[in-house]
């Protein structure tokens, strides 16, 4: 802890009275006699604005920060915000406190599979489907596909108090531990195509903050991993057959003819587990639709209001687990099982209370 401070506090005057905390606590952390509470450590973190992991690090973390390519949008010239900056620099320190605590024999990994670049899209989402070992018969749903891409060795959070309207998706690649992050405002359909969206990402080997817009004029990348997403939970030959069932036509391009409507690609969207904008976009690259009439249904979609599902008031395991995972958690807590760290280490690296590491076993191990 002493390092931490020291490498971060140089002024014990500004510090005590920026976070209105007596210079001689200050001292006993940073000679290593005592340790901030969980609140103290909070708050030095957001006064800092630094992570609060960071503060748990065996060693003082280093300026180099991962580096992720802001492909949002060709039209969005916003910087990322502080706040996003602040929650994404959290995530990759928790990622390093997993490393510091990971057992090997507890992570089932299975290595992104790699891909020639000539290979026929269809063929890749297939493998993908079959690596993930995703069922065309399971319900699908966001706790399903997340939890199928964490049991591969991928940490999957979700970051809060974020607008939609900054990002939708963040993807980091790393050989172990790679990370993809969602935004919890979006409807949980949404956050689906996000999820395999930035999954797309980290099987190209590269990472991404992303803004899934399914406009048509998108950067290059995103188209590119818009449609193996789409392939991946709509298999083009699943609803090329829906398509000439309901329309009763022998050949898909004699489908162009603008015939599917709202409540049927709503319908079918849900089946797949996806939002409608998505289902819509992968009619179109099916030729479903023309240019004018996919831009305004298009346009139709993305004016309806897509509130994240509310599950009334979740116990908190449950909440905390929808934000960092079941895999973060599982590494950190079966630390603690095998008394590799103490409780009391346990609680700060998950920045929980003492009191909350017993429920979280027991959702977790």
Not at 36 to 57: E, H, V
Not at 226 to 239: D, K
Not at 272 to 277: A, C, I, M, P, R
Not at 321 to 336: D, K, N, Q, R
Request: hydrophobic share 35%.
């Amino acid at each position: 802890m002493g390092q931490k401070t020291n490498s971060f506090f140089n002024d014990l005057e500004s510090l005590s009275k920026k976070c209105n905390i007596n210079q001689e606590a200050i001292l006993k952390w940073e000679t290593g006699l005592d340790y901030p509470t969980i609140n103290q450590a909070k708050n030095l973190a957001k006064a800092y604005k630094m992570p609060f992991a960071t503060f748990y690090l065996s060693e003082p973390p280093t300026t180099e920060i991962k580096s992720y390519p802001d492909r949002r949008s060709l039209f969005h010239t916003k910087p990322i915000s502080c706040a996003l900056w602040s929650k994404i620099a959290d995530l990759i320190n928790c990622r390093k406190i997993a490393l510091l605590l990971l057992n090997n024999n507890d992570l089932t990994h299975r290595p992104l599979p790699h891909f020639d670049k000539n290979e026929k899209l269809a063929n890749i989402a297939t493998l993908i489907r079959q690596n993930l070992d995703i069922s065309k018969s399971d319900k699908k749903s966001f706790s399903y596909f997340r939890s199928k891409i964490e049991k591969s060795g991928i940490l999957v959070f979700q970051i809060h108090e974020i607008p939609v309207s900054e990002f939708t998706g963040l993807s980091l690649h790393y050989d172990t531990l790679p990370i993809i992050a969602v935004n919890s405002g979006d409807s949980d359909n949404a956050k689906v195509f996000s999820l395999f969206h930035e999954l797309s990402h980290l099987v190209r080997r590269e990472s991404s903050l992303c803004l899934i817009d399914f406009n048509e004029f998108a950067i290059s990348e995103e188209l590119e991993c818009n449609r193996l997403s789409a392939e991946i939970l709509m298999p083009s030959s699943e609803v090329v057959n829906i398509l000439i069932e309901k329309f009763k036509m022998p050949f898909l391009e004699q489908i162009n003819l603008n015939l599917p409507d709202d409540k049927f690609i709503d319908s079918y969207a849900k089946r797949f587990g996806v939002s409608s904008q998505a289902f819509l976009r992968k009619l179109y690259d099916l030729g479903c639709f023309t240019q004018t009439s996919y831009q305004q249904k298009n346009s139709d979609f993305s004016k309806r209001i897509a509130n994240p599902q509310k599950n009334g008031h979740p116990n908190y395991p449950r909440k905390f687990l929808s934000e960092y995972g079941f895999l973060f958690t599982y590494v950190i807590l079966s630390a603690y099982s095998n008394k590799s760290i103490t409780i009391g280490e346990a609680s700060r690296y998950l920045g929980v209370k003492t009191t909350h590491i017993d429920s979280l076993c027991a959702g977790v191990l």
